[in-house]
């Protein structure tokens, strides 16, 4: 009933920026984008930045000063601007919702190389 589109990844050098994208379509009323997660080769999925229940937001140690996480409401889109990009940050990243169910997207990768 509901669609997650992430864009925005590819292929960036150490240092550089990219902002991805969250597109919720669909039968959205009451939807809620949580926020994005990652996940790199043979690792589990993390959490990265998100949305609390408070209404306030969340960031993993290793990206909190670097990562924001925005919304757009009007335009039911999630950002997550990725700043000082660092090799460790490669993975694919994906956006996570809510209602009456888990929903995620197909994923955009993201590589961070030299």
């Known amino acids: 009933q509901v669609q997650l589109v992430e864009s925005g990844g590819g292929l960036v050098q150490p240092g550089g920026s990219l902002r991805l994208s969250c597109v919720a379509s669909g039968n959205i009323f009451s939807f809620n984008i949580r926020g994005w997660f990652r996940q790199a080769p043979g690792k589990g999925r993390e959490l990265v930045a998100g949305?609390?229940?408070?209404?306030?937001?969340y960031y993993a140690d290793s990206v909190k000063g670097r990562f924001t996480i925005s919304r757009d409401n009007a335009k039911n889109t999630v950002y997550l601007q990725m700043n000082s990009l660092k090799p460790e940050d490669t993975a694919v990243y994906y956006c996570n919702a809510f209602k009456t169910q888990n929903y995620w997207g197909q994923g955009t990768q993201v590589t961070v190389s030299a």
């Open positions: 949305f609390t229940s408070g209404g306030t937001t």
